[in-house]
C-alpha cells in the first residue's frame, strides 16, 4: 500500500533553516509528483509546491520561491522541502502529498516550531 | 500566478441541507484543473473531487462539482454530520489554495 512517512517534529529558532523528509513506499517513486502543504495554527492551507522526482524538476509558490528547496534522493524514494529564514510566522505543520484523481496520499505531517 | 476566491468564508447550515460552495478564479482554468479538498482539525486534507466534477475514490455521491472557466461550485446536496469542514478548491496541484469555506453547524 501507498504510504508517505515524514520526519519528526523540529523546533527551530528565526533565521535558522528547518529540512523535512518525506519517504515513499508501495508505489514506483519516479511516477508521481509530490507536493508540500502547510497549515498554521489558525490559518488556511498554503501550497508550497511540488517536486518530480523522475527528473527532480520542481515548481514552487511564489512565496516561497526565494525561501524553499525541494529535493530528492530516488535511491531511498525520499523527498526533502527546506525552508530557511524561518519566521515565527512558519510555525505550522507541514504535509507531503501524492495526489492525482482519483486517490489521494498524504503524510502524517510535521510540526515545525520556529521561536526564540 | 492564479489567485482563487472562495465565498462565503463560512456556511452555517443544518444536518440534511443543501451547501453551495464558490470558487471564482482571477483568470479562466481549463476544466481538468479544478479540485476540491475537504479538511477537519488534526487530520490531512482529503481529495473530494478533482477534473472539477469527478469524485475521488471513496467520496459519496452527495458531493458533487460543477464549473467551468472562472466559476466553479462545490455542493453537497444533503449535509450529513461528518461533512462539517473546511473546504478548499485548488489549481490541480499548481497554484495556492482558496481561502477556505468553513461549513458550520447551524
Known amino acids: 500500500q501507498v504510504q508517505l512517512v515524514q520526519s519528526g517534529a523540529e523546533v527551530k529558532k528565526p533565521g535558522a533553516s528547518v529540512k523535512v523528509s518525506c519517504k515513499a513506499s508501495?508505489?514506483?517513486?519516479?511516477?508521481?509528483?509530490l507536493h508540500w502543504v502547510r497549515q498554521a495554527p489558525g490559518q488556511g492551507l498554503e501550497w508550497m509546491g511540488w517536486?518530480?522526482?523522475?527528473?527532480?524538476?520542481?515548481k514552487y509558490a511564489q512565496k516561497f520561491q526565494d525561501r524553499v528547496t525541494m529535493t530528492r534522493d530516488t535511491s531511498i524514494s525520499t523527498v526533502y522541502m527546506e525552508l530557511s529564514s524561518l519566521r515565527s510566522d512558519d510555525t505550522a505543520v507541514y504535509y507531503c502529498?501524492?495526489?492525482?484523481?482519483?486517490?489521494?496520499?498524504w503524510g502524517q505531517g510535521t510540526l515545525v516550531t520556529v521561536s526564540s | 500566478e492564479i489567485v482563487l476566491t472562495q465565498s462565503p468564508g463560512t456556511l452555517s447550515l443544518s444536518p440534511g441541507e443543501r451547501a453551495t460552495l464558490s470558487c471564482r478564479a482571477s483568470?479562466?482554468?481549463?476544466?481538468?484543473?479544478l479540485a476540491w479538498y475537504q479538511h477537519k482539525p488534526g487530520q490531512a486534507p482529503r481529495l473530494l473531487i478533482y477534473?472539477?466534477?469527478s469524485r475521488a475514490t471513496g467520496i459519496p455521491d452527495r458531493f458533487s462539482g460543477s464549473g467551468s472557466g472562472t466559476d466553479f461550485t462545490l455542493t453537497i446536496s444533503r449535509l450529513e454530520p461528518e461533512d462539517f469542514a473546511v473546504y478548499y478548491c485548488?489549481?490541480?496541484?499548481?497554484?495556492?489554495f482558496g481561502g477556505g469555506t468553513k461549513v458550520e453547524i447551524k
Open positions: 477534473y472539477t466534477s
Open positions: 508501495g508505489y514506483t517513486f519516479t511516477d508521481y509528483y
Open positions: 517536486i518530480y522526482p523522475n527528473s527532480g524538476g520542481t
Open positions: 485548488q489549481q490541480y496541484g499548481s497554484s495556492p
Open positions: 483568470q479562466s482554468i481549463s476544466s481538468t484543473n
Open positions: 502529498a501524492r495526489v492525482k484523481g482519483p486517490r489521494d496520499y
